[in-house]
């Protein structure tokens, strides 16, 4: 089955390619980790694949796996994505003092102290995104991301008095 391997990639890889690019709206990078992960589970499941359906077999496993993908690609901020975007991290211009770095240690204690759900909120909000993007990173409405991000910074008020 190798050598029919080589010939069913050069064949079908551009359609499949095609298939999951028009199925899932994602970046081009994971369309592309989504097909190759599809055609590894080819090469071990191959003896149960019908010759006649290997392109609809592969077309689902790699819109399924371009769909996981996506979604962790979407909660994840990838700082080398960042840096590719502005072409450079913002970083502190001055040292924070003593007293200053006890208060912040004491904030992100109060912080870890938040249940996770409301910690993760907290840190996406921290690095700039709206309320829109996170409830698109997480999967939860606008409205529930406000209520969420309300409570852990009451929560955070409370501790701080």
């Known amino acids: 089955m190798v050598g029919d391997l080589d010939e069913l990639y050069r064949l079908l890889s551009p ?5 999951v690019r028009s199925d899932v709206r994602a970046s081009e990078p994971v369309i592309e980790d989504a097909c190759q992960i599809a055609w590894s589970r080819l090469i071990r499941h191959s ?6 359906a290997v392109l609809s077999w592969l077309a689902t496993t790699a819109v399924r796996e371009a769909f996981k993908l ?5 909660r994840e901020l990838s700082l080398d994505a960042e840096l590719e975007r502005t072409g450079e991290l913002s970083f502190p211009s001055h040292a924070p003092g003593p007293a200053e ?3 912040l240690r ?13 910690q993760r909120l907290i840190w996406m909000h921290a690095a700039g995104l709206t309320y829109v993007e996170i409830a698109d990173r997480t999967g939860d409405t606008r409205r529930t991301v406000e209520r969420q991000l309300l409570r852990a910074k009451g929560r955070l008020e409370q501790g701080a008095a």
């Open 101 to 103: 770095l006890l208060e």
């Open 15 to 19: 359609r499949l390619r095609q298939i």
């Open 106 to 118: 004491d904030r992100l204690a109060e912080v870890g102290r938040l249940p996770e759900r409301q």
């Open 70 to 74: 996506a979604r962790r690609d979407g």
């Open 47 to 52: 003896e149960r694949v019908r010759s006649d």
